[in-house]
Structure formats: structure tokens, C-alpha cells
């Protein structure tokens, strides 16, 4: 065969290989992917190749999903609430096992009723609850006067011990005329203030509970003022003023919703507020650096002498006699 038929022979040979080829689907145009409907609307992030740490957490498990067995695929489980975070603290049981497994609602954050968690809303003072040492405070406001934006009344109080359970929760009734109620965030209606007691009422539970505590709050003074009590400074533990929280802040005031979300893993205000569940955190916050509070107070305060004579110091914990030395005469 000569080399010009063995050349056109090849050429008809390619032309008809490339004929046979499946012919690939046309790309689609900016403008026609924008008409094309997604399944889900959520935008996807890419993956990071860095691992960033779980948010610290008061139970003893690690609250990253992917060390239960949870996959990245897979969603989350629901976050824990300050409630469901003391309780399963104090009964030694993962948080997040025990909301995957009764999956609380944003709306009715709570865990299978228990004395530690059931909250009775405007009910007074809570006689089965013991108070304890330590107990937990937190209040609502509304707007009164022709500046609510500036001026203040107290509205609700609610009051915790250690361990969460709900010592104390009542509507107030302000003394002057309210002009904003702030729904939005203090979650006060005109029809929750028509059960509310009385200021003085109040006033009166509340100083019989705090008396010979260590009240724990955030930016208590507020709190303090609202209620036109006093407390002692000493037996304070104001969770906005500790150094290691307010690194966070980078030396501000934290706020008390970035503190449970990035320390505790708790989702709270995210709406209405609740008094109880507030007070909760904020003694979850305190109870997760408790040692770190009490060094700081030892620091301030120094150590407290007891009526039989020793004195308790406060930063390693450990009760010491105070020892006089003796005079010898030569």
C-alpha cells in the first residue's frame, strides 16, 4: 500500500472515532443556575483543615460531636440549657447525651421534671428548696418614666442555689408608671404584672435569702440597686468583673450571653429572657472557676478567722491554727 492511501485511510479512521464520541452536556449558563431550585437554601461552608477545640464545658465529657460519634455530616444535638447543664453536672452525665436523648426545644429548653429543674414561675419562695451556701441571683427590668431608655424598675427577681434549683422567682409591681416594658428582652407583660407582688414584699424575701450567703450574680450591682439593698462586698462573686472572663471581653465587661456560649456551650437570651435560667448560668459560670474566684478573693480579702480561733484560707482551701509566739524571758 503506498504512504498517500495508508494517510487518507488514517484521517477517515479518526473522523470516524471522533463521530462516536458521546457528546458531553453543554455548561450551564450564571443566569440558568440561579433559575435551578435548591433543596437547601443554607449556604455550604467549605471544610477546614484546622480543628478547632469544642467551647469548655462544667460536665466531664467533651462536648465535640465528633468524640460521641456524631460525623460533621450529621447535625448537632440540641444545644444544652443552663438547667440541663446543672443537672447532669451534679449527677456526673454528659449534658449533650441527655439532650440528644430528650431533645429540648428552643422554646422549652428543659430535661424530664426534676426538683433540681422544674421551674414554678411568680411562685414566691420555695419552701422545699435548701438555699445552701452559695445561691445565684438575677433580675428584669422594664422602662419607667419619660426616658425608659435611661431609667429602670425592677420587674422580676429570681434567685438559685448551687445547684441550680430555684429558690425564689416573683413579678414585681414598680412603684412608678411604666412606659416600656421591653417585651422583647425582659419577656414582662402587662398581664404578668397584674400577679405581681409587691416591691416591699419582694425586697423583704429577698434580703431573708441573701443573708449570710455568698451571692453570685453578673454586673450584680444592677441587680443590687434595682432591689435598694446591700450586701456585703466581701461575700460577692460577680461573674463581669473576674480577670479570666473579662480577657475575653479584652478587658470590658463580658457579656453574660458570649460567656455561656463560648464557655459553658449554652444558648440563652435568645429572645425573651428568663430570670431563672440566667441565674442558672450565671452559677454554672461561677462553679466552673470556682478556685480562680476564690484565689481572687483571697487576694482581696485576705483569709477569714473563725469564733474557735483558726482561720480558713481561701485560696488553697485548708483550715490552719494561728500560732502565737510565746515570749521566753532570759
Known amino acids: 500500500m503506498e504512504l498517500k492511501n495508508l494517510s487518507s485511510n488514517w484521517k477517515k479512521l479518526q473522523l470516524t472515532l471522533k463521530n462516536e464520541e458521546p457528546k458531553k452536556p453543554p455548561k450551564r449558563k450564571a443566569s440558568e443556575e440561579i433559575l435551578q431550585p435548591r433543596h437547601n437554601a443554607a449556604k455550604r461552608s467549605k471544610p477546614n483543615s484546622k480543628s478547632s477545640k469544642p467551647p469548655l464545658a462544667l460536665w466531664k465529657s467533651s462536648t465535640n460531636p465528633s468524640s460521641m460519634g456524631f460525623s460533621a455530616s450529621k447535625p448537632t444535638p440540641p444545644t444544652p440549657s443552663a438547667s440541663l447543664a446543672l443537672w447532669a453536672e451534679d449527677n456526673d452525665i454528659p449534658a449533650r447525651d441527655l439532650a440528644a436523648a430528650y431533645g429540648p426545644s428552643s422554646k422549652n429548653p428543659s430535661i424530664p421534671p426534676t426538683k433540681s429543674t422544674s421551674d414554678s414561675i411568680n411562685a414566691g419562695l420555695s419552701s422545699n428548696v435548701e438555699a445552701g451556701k452559695y445561691i445565684a441571683i438575677d433580675c428584669e427590668m422594664v422602662g419607667v418614666g419619660p426616658t425608659p431608655d435611661h431609667d429602670s424598675a425592677l420587674a422580676r427577681v429570681s434567685l438559685v442555689n448551687y445547684h441550680g434549683e430555684q429558690l425564689y422567682d416573683s413579678f414585681v409591681l414598680p412603684k412608678e408608671a411604666v412606659t416600656d416594658f421591653r417585651t422583647h428582652v425582659s419577656g414582662i407583660t402587662p398581664q404578668l404584672l397584674k400577679s405581681a407582688r409587691s416591691f416591699e414584699e419582694v425586697q423583704r424575701d429577698v434580703a431573708g435569702l441573701m443573708q449570710d450567703k455568698i451571692l453570685v450574680g453578673h454586673a450584680i450591682r444592677n441587680d443590687l440597686e434595682a432591689l435598694m439593698l446591700g450586701h456585703p462586698r466581701r461575700d460577692i462573686r460577680d461573674t463581669s468583673r473576674y ?28 429572645g425573651e429572657h428568663s430570670s431563672i435560667e440566667d441565674a442558672r448560668a450565671t452559677m454554672l459560670l461561677f462553679r466552673r472557676e470556682k478556685e480562680g474566684f476564690e484565689k481572687e478573693h483571697a487576694k482581696r480579702w485576705g483569709t477569714a478567722r473563725k469564733a474557735d480561733g483558726t482561720t480558713k484560707n481561701v485560696e488553697d482551701g485548708k483550715t490552719e491554727k494561728r500560732q502565737k509566739k510565746k515570749r521566753v524571758r532570759k
Open 243 to 270: 480577670p479570666g472572663f473579662r480577657a475575653l471581653a479584652g478587658g470590658r465587661t463580658p457579656a453574660l450571653k458570649r460567656l455561656a456560649k463560648e464557655l459553658l456551650g449554652l444558648e440563652i437570651q435568645g
